[in-house]
Structures are given as structure tokens and as C-alpha cells.
């Protein structure tokens, strides 16, 4: 038997360290320490965009790797953040932030069996730019973005809990709907080679300000990305 190549192994490798980012996000959220537990579902984020380029770039894309991208997404950005928003802001004595909770994760896993599906579909809208609906890990981004305000000092989703179930079930709703959405994918293609160095300064000036004003930038990047979606799909009709 053929011993698998070391490259083939890098993407399965990086996408389980997300994955053990998810569980560790789990972990934290039972401890009440929610700040370090989105910190996991973020870093697992990085290892989802990660594993998809090196699998790219080391031509090392499997069913087996596909299988477990999909098995980590449902777990860090389904599972993770609905259980973290439940033990961090929902009224756990109320049964309708449980079923908003719940609503959640079970739209995040057919959203992941739909994209399994239409791989196809999928593929050709990517090719243009988009994506067909929120991605998870926008959602995940999304569901805990009134988390992210609490730390901030801005406690709506604790002293409106409707408004925070409705909004919990309409980020899963978004993930399931066949709208398009924007994928920077295909920015890299677009990028010129003379300004290399401009995005690369670009790029240098959001890592510090994430680093300095992680929750602030957090805060004002899931709004952006909530506006972008009406400008996405009359982009995508357009064209």
C-alpha cells in the first residue's frame, strides 16, 4: 500500500486544527468565558479559508478532505456559536431562545448537506463571485455578532430577547435561501501585480486594527457584510 503523500495531508491536517477550535470554543463557553470562545471560532474561521487554499495550492482536494470541511464547518460554525449565544446571552429559562437556537443549527447543517449536493451549482456561482446564500461561517459571524456588542457595552440582545430570536432564526434562514452573496474567492484573480504592494500594506493596516480593536472591527464588519447582501443580489442579476 502507497503511503499518502505528506502535501495531501496538510489541508486534513489544518481543517482538524480548526475543528479542535470549535471544541475548544465549546469548552469555553461552559466556563463563561465567551470572549476567548468566539476568539476559537475565529481562529477556526482562519483554518476553514485555510485548508480550502492549500488544498488549492498543493492540488491535494479529496472526497475525504471535503467530508471533513464539511464535518468541522457544521461543528465550529453551527454546534459552537448557537451553544455559546445560548449560554451567553439567551434566557435559558424561556423555550423560545432555545428553539431560535436550535433553528439555527439544524438550518447550518442543511446548509452544508445542500451545498454537498450542488456542488456543481455551487462551483459555477463561486466562478462569477458569489456564493448561493450566507455562507456558515457568516453566519456564525453573524449569530454572534449581538454577543460581540455586549462587549462592547451594548446589551439589545439581553434586553430584547424577541428581537434576538427572530434575528437568530433569520441569520439561519439566510443560510439555507438561494441568494447570491459576495465571495472573495475570486478577488486574488483581479489584483494587479503593480499594487501588490498596496494590498499588502492594505492588509498589514486591518491586521493591526483587529489585533488593537478586534470586537470594534468585529462589530462594524458584520454590519457591512449584512448591507452588502441587498448590493449582491442586484450585482448578481446584473450581470
Same mark, same amino acid.
Given at each position: 500500500m502507497?503511503r499518502?503523500?505528506?502535501?495531501?495531508?496538510?489541508?486534513?491536517?489544518v481543517t482538524?486544527t480548526?475543528?479542535?477550535f470549535?471544541l475548544?470554543?465549546?469548552?469555553?463557553?461552559?466556563?463563561?468565558?465567551?470572549?476567548?470562545?468566539v476568539?476559537?471560532v475565529?481562529?477556526a474561521g482562519?483554518?476553514?479559508v485555510?485548508?480550502?487554499?492549500?488544498?488549492r495550492?498543493?492540488?491535494?482536494?479529496?472526497?475525504m478532505?471535503a467530508?471533513?470541511?464539511?464535518?468541522s464547518?457544521?461543528?465550529?460554525?453551527g454546534?459552537?456559536p448557537?451553544?455559546?449565544?445560548?449560554?451567553?446571552?439567551?434566557d435559558?429559562?424561556?423555550?423560545?431562545?432555545?428553539?431560535?437556537?436550535?433553528?439555527?443549527?439544524?438550518f447550518?447543517?442543511?446548509?452544508?448537506?445542500i451545498f454537498?449536493i450542488?456542488?456543481s451549482?455551487?462551483?459555477?456561482?463561486e466562478?462569477?463571485g458569489?456564493?448561493?446564500g450566507?455562507?456558515?461561517?457568516? /453566519?456564525?459571524? +453573524?449569530? @454572534?455578532?449581538?454577543?460581540?456588542h !455586549? =462587549?462592547?457595552g451594548?446589551?439589545w440582545? $439581553? %434586553?430584547n430577547?424577541?428581537i434576538?430570536?427572530?434575528?437568530?432564526?433569520?441569520? /439561519?434562514v439566510? +443560510?439555507? @435561501?438561494?441568494i447570491?452573496?459576495? !465571495? =472573495?474567492k475570486?478577488?486574488?484573480?483581479s $489584483? %494587479?501585480?503593480?499594487?501588490?504592494?498596496?494590498?499588502?500594506f492594505a492588509?498589514?493596516?486591518?491586521?493591526?486594527?483587529?489585533i488593537n480593536?478586534?470586537w470594534? =472591527?468585529?462589530?462594524?464588519?458584520?454590519m457591512i457584510?449584512l448591507?452588502?447582501?441587498?448590493?449582491s443580489?442586484?450585482?448578481y442579476?446584473?450581470?
Open positions: 502507497k499518502p503523500k505528506i502535501k495531501l495531508l496538510i489541508p486534513n491536517l482538524l480548526g475543528l479542535s470549535g475548544s470554543s465549546i469548552r469555553f463557553a461552559f466556563f463563561e468565558e465567551f470572549n476567548i470562545a476568539i476559537c475565529l481562529i482562519v483554518c476553514d485555510l485548508d480550502g487554499l492549500f488544498s495550492i498543493l492540488k491535494a482536494e479529496s472526497d478532505g467530508e471533513l470541511d464539511s464535518l464547518d457544521f461543528l465550529s460554525f454546534v459552537a448557537g451553544i455559546i449565544l445560548y449560554f451567553g446571552l439567551i435559558q429559562e424561556q423555550m423560545w431562545g432555545y428553539i431560535a437556537i436550535t433553528a439555527y443549527i439544524i447550518s447543517c442543511i446548509r452544508l448537506a454537498n450542488n456542488l451549482t455551487n462551483a459555477l456561482a466562478h462569477r458569489y456564493f448561493m450566507i455562507p456558515t461561517p457568516a /453566519g456564525a459571524g +453573524l449569530i @454572534l455578532s449581538p454577543l460581540i !455586549s =462587549f462592547l451594548y446589551d440582545g $439581553i %434586553n430577547p424577541l434576538l430570536n427572530i434575528y437568530v432564526v433569520t441569520i /439561519g439566510l +443560510l439555507v @435561501l438561494k447570491p452573496t459576495f !465571495s =472573495f475570486q478577488i486574488k484573480g $489584483i %494587479n501585480k503593480k499594487i501588490y504592494i498596496r494590498f499588502f492588509f498589514v493596516l486591518l491586521l493591526m486594527l483587529i480593536f478586534l470594534q =472591527f468585529l462589530s462594524v464588519f458584520g457584510y448591507l452588502s447582501i441587498p448590493i443580489i442586484y450585482s442579476n446584473k450581470n
